[in-house]
DNA sequence: GATGAATGAGATTTCATTCAT
DNA sequence: AATGAATGAAATCTCATTCAT
């Protein structure tokens, strides 16, 4: 099962990998779109490095194109500009994520608490692209920034994902009736996406373990059917 | 209680507010130190008010500067540098935060519910100063971000508040002994931070009622000592 | 007769036009030389249409490639490089131009009048073609620019028709003795440049008929010899 | 009487000429505005010096800073664009244009004569000014330059001036009564503008003495009403 | 304390040119 | 011949900072 973290890396290259070889181990002649591709890949790479080095205001495109190993002025001219680049990879962050989340088949309940073992797991291996997706995240908060709506997107995309996770879970009588899955949808992305922030921000004073199985007891004892449900929700409380 | 998102806004000034005026209505003369403080004020208002729009680096200090009523250089004169004044604006927006999480005396598991509350309440009044705090949260998710060790510090600080506070209520039996303090920690942050910017980024496709309605049930069906506790953790699964 | 504007355009083709083909319809196969030819005058065309758009500068040897309904790269593969293709399309401007200024035979005034008449017809067309004309003209102003030399010859081969013409008239009798060839050379293509280049920047606000009577009269009145010559030209004032 | 060409240079000034000093000469201490207004000042003086000799778009805004004997950043930092400067320059080549073109008050005809001594003279002084000008003129030519709807107001002025001129010497009976005040006014402005230019390209092609005296003679010839008016404008060529 | 002119480093962006296909 | 990827120099513009008022 897939978290919200891209895996996609090939690594701090300073030369251009080189592309397809022909068996006799000279580089085959590549064509024009593999080349482009290939560029592609290693801009978007460095971009993600650089980012979660030094946030995306501090990282010019200059850096960019000499940190995949090709010319300052290759980032700009293969993208367009600097926001093309960021919004493509933070829609190729995307791409790795909710993947999967519904061919759980068997045990909804079960597939969520493996969900946030694996989220947090990703996270922990602290890889730099999940920074990088963390940082390109965070700058999508201010109210007018270019990014927020390729976020808006992607963050409904994985709500949506949890939301009929849990609806399934419920008609299957793996997840509690009462729970709103919606609700559950948007405290679970946050308890995750807040609890790896954390870790990111301070990884010494962040115990992801003790934070992971306690995130699994806030999912288990709440949706778990199984569990003696005294005292339900004061409906008051929803009233914020 | 309060949470983790500041409260003082002079509002959208035009021209800085005048100060203190005697009795009889005519300005009294207002001390150096006076003036000191109300440009500071000023200008730290404007910065949230920026920052929560564009960003910081999309900030220039001297649009901080006119929109706080003052001068194009008055914020790189009062603060000496753009990063003073980011990390002062950072250190502003700490104050409020987790003064009084220990002094609810009673019934600690109450607090932390009407900690919930009151913190998604500040969220969904959409300040402006609370976007501030997490646009600067943001920028402080980079590996080599200068502001990271500002908000090591004040996470911590909001966690140990929460800590202290279960721990008080497992000595005081109004919190499940099985709880994890540090872990409980840990998540409940994460889960506020994370169910918030979720609502930030989006606030038209975030229910924040629902969300937090659930955030409380994870909290109240986790560490209630008076819910039936049956088939407790499995501690394997503590490993990541 | 001709004046100084160019006619060629191959319009605004969004893919190069196919050259000839065979009687059977079948298209057939061109020569390289042909191909040549083909793509540059799409190419020179296309740049006209830019240049007179938005100026020599601020048009890219890509974007005439892709005007012209080629590649990108094509405009400076064929001229190898920018100030060729400008050069080029200077020199392809000056073609039409003094071209039978002086097989007009008969009566050198009334060539005179007609060529006033066709040249500033040929600016109200407002073809582009014209406009690109004048606004290649006008970047070879500054005193280094690389252009000039170009114009030096091209003006002055457009005097000389003139100067040749005048000069042919007063053998004939056909225009006053009086006049300075010279003088009435630079005089007389100055009007039609100036004025046109009036028109062209304000096409609204200059009526290119009235000034076009005008400018018929200065010659006609100056010129003629059938006119009385009272009170002629007092010399002392040809001294700037 | 002025003409249309600007007179205002502070001179290749390599070091930004220092303003106002006290009786001891040493520099009185400038206000905020003395400095502005001083670098403006020299700043113009310098994008002129630039533009002549290179053009517009060969000229940096690093070139203009440093040709004032300044900074490279102040032309940008001053203006804030460079279609500002360009503009503004534009602007300030207008002032010393129009002006006094009415109040010759006597004789409306030799008004016009010495108007044409006056602007040709003004063009041989070869002052960098002029030819700063005519090349900010050229660069209005393109149909979309950003530039043309300075000079559209530049050029109307200056035919309206010439036009009330016309009118006023006809009321006079110093300009013959069948004179048409609207097409003389672009002819005579084209002739003006039409013979600098090219004396601008080629000043050793162009005899702009003899050119002068030609132009004198057209406007003389055409409209002094003392002379014999015989056969008079075939209306039909009135059509183009 | 406060203003704003001036600096200069650095960012994005454009683009002629070179090179590989 | 033609395409288009890649380079790198240079442009405009932004802005923290310095300096003079």
Redesign the pocket.
């Known amino acids: 099962m897939s978290s919200s973290t891209p895996r996609s890396d090939s690594g701090p290259a300073k030369s251009p990998e080189r592309g397809p070889t022909e068996q006799g181990g000279r580089p085959r002649?590549?064509?024009?779109?593999e080349?482009?591709n290939?560029?592609e890949r290693a801009l978007l790479d460095a971009a993600a490095r650089l980012f979660a080095r030094r946030g995306v205001d501090q990282?010019?495109?200059?850096e960019v194109?000499e940190e995949a190993g090709?010319?300052?002025?290759?980032a700009?001219?293969?993208f367009?500009?600097?926001?093309a680049l960021v919004e493509r990879l933070a829609h190729r962050s995307q791409r790795d994520f909710v993947a999967g989340l519904g061919d759980i088949g068997g045990h909804e309940l079960r597939a969520l608490l493996s969900m946030i073992q694996a989220y947090l797991a990703g996270v922990s291996e602290n890889s730099g692209q999940t920074r990088a997706f963390f940082v390109v995240w965070g700058a999508a908060l201010p109210a007018e920034a270019a990014l927020r709506p390729v976020f808006v997107t992607d963050d409904a995309r994985f709500r949506d994902g949890v939301e009929v996770l849990v609806r399934a879970g419920q008609a299957h009588r793996t997840i509690r009736a009462e729970a709103d899955p919606a609700g559950v949808a948007v405290a679970l992305v946050g308890l995750l996406r807040g609890t790896a922030a954390q870790f990111l921000i301070d990884p010494q004073g962040v115990d992801l373990d003790a934070a992971g199985a306690t995130c699994k007891q806030f999912v288990r004892y709440t949706l778990d059917p199984t569990r003696a449900a005294t005292n339900e929700a004061q409906p008051e409380e929803r009233k914020l």
């Not at 990282?59 to 200059?62: E, H, W």
């Open positions: 002649r590549r064509t024009q779109e080349r482009r290939q560029a990282t010019s495109l200059a194109g090709y010319s300052r002025g290759l700009n001219h293969h367009g500009s600097k926001a």
